[in-house]
């Protein structure tokens, strides 16, 4: 069933650009060009339950302005989003209790107040029956495990703490649909390991819909099956882990270890990372791999050798930096 249904979904905004050329600023104030850009351009997707899809795509790409429409905070230019069959900025008060949203960047907690407060307030703004309340925060408080600051103030929070406490505060109400937006922002790596566990644990039991933005890859490669890929305003990719692989990361890695490796000896193909005394070398056809060996031995003692799959992270590093592969078509243009 499809849960969320974005048809055509076009976002715009306006600046002001100044006029270029000395003189010319001078009058700037008063000869401000009006632009309009189109953040979100003829953006289609459907979303069914119980899926985790992440929206991903480099900075201004417009994935926080489309998680605004999906939620009602912003409306549409244009085109049509549905959630739950509920338009978002038409049905605020019904659309409310279907979603739950985090954005990293900021919190719905009272800062002044001890987080235990704004959870009740919450339930109080949801109508959430006491009982049921009651219910859901022991439930959040057991696996987010936040028992040892649910009495301090939100301020005095750490960042793994507070986003915790956001992201209990936007499940307090059962919604079906959890959007969010950087929701592993400035972690650190148990932090984050916490709060993807958490996701993938009431994703699993409750069915809980799940799109989230985020620049961390690995939050891609332990929760999402699907990627969407966004750039400039339009979708590039939609497709599962596996597809985006298949088609992006037709690529394997040379991995050594050389724990004597002399750089400036080396004329072989460039060393494209190190992790320690590991080298990865890309390789985009098997037939390098043999000559490449050779030459390796030759210069250097090799402790050990291996041949690896891209990780999603590689993969989506080729998305991002790749948009003349004639596979990243605006999905406006794409044949059905
Ligand atoms: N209220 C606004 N008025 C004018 N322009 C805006 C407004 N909000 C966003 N933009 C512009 O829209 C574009 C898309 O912004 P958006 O926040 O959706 O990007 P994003 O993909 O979430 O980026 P990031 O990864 O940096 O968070 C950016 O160029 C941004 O400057």
């Known amino acids: 069933m499809d849960i969320i249904v974005a048809d055509h979904l076009v976002r715009q905004f306006h600046s002001r650009k100044k006029p270029e050329g000395s003189f010319k600023l001078l009058k700037s104030v008063f000869s401000m060009k009006k632009e309009t850009k189109n953040v979100v351009d003829r953006v289609s997707f459907t979303v069914r339950k119980g899926d985790i899809v992440g929206y991903i795509g480099p900075n201004g790409a ?3 302005t489309t998680i605004k429409m999906l939620s009602g905070v912003l409306v549409p230019t244009s085109g049509t989003v549905h959630v739950k069959g509920l338009e978002p900025h038409k049905n605020r008060k019904q659309h ?6 985090v954005f990293g960047q900021r919190t719905q907690l009272w ?4 987080l ?3 959870f009740k307030l919450l339930g109080k703004i949801y109508d959430v029956p006491e009982d049921r309340f009651r219910r859901n925060l022991e439930m959040l408080t057991d696996i987010l495990d936040m028992s040892s600051f649910l009495s301090t103030p939100v301020r005095q929070l750490s960042l793994g703490q507070r986003m915790r406490g956001d992201i209990a505060a936007a499940l307090l109400h059962e919604p079906e649909i959890l959007f969010l937006d950087e929701p592993t922002i400035g972690l650190d790596i148990m932090a984050k390991e916490k709060i993807q566990s958490f996701l993938q644990k009431i ?7 799940i799109i989230l933005t985020t620049h961390n890859m690995d939050d891609i490669e332990k929760l999402c099956h699907r990627v969407i890929f966004i750039d400039k305003g339009q979708i590039l990719f939609d497709g599962s882990t596996e597809v985006m692989t298949a088609e992006f990361g037709g690529f394997r890695y040379l991995v050594v270890d050389a724990p004597n490796w002399d750089e400036a000896a080396w004329n072989g193909p460039p060393v494209e990372r190190r992790e320690d005394s590991q080298l990865f070398f890309r390789i985009e056809d098997d037939k390098q791999v043999a000559p490449m060996i050779k030459q390796l031995t030759d210069l250097i003692d090799i402790h050990n050798l291996t041949v690896q799959e891209p990780k999603i992270e590689d993969v989506i ?8 592969n004639p596979l990243l078509k605006p999905q406006h243009q794409q044949t059905l």
Request: proline letters at 3%; zero cysteines.
């Open 62 to 64: 417009g994935k926080s």
């Open 96 to 101: 409310a209790g279907n979603i739950g949203v």
């Open 111 to 114: 800062w002044d107040l001890p």
């Open 116 to 118: 235990i407060e704004s």
């Open 203 to 209: 994703n699993k039991e409750k069915e809980i819909t």
């Open 317 to 324: 590093k080729q998305l991002y930096g790749n948009h003349q």
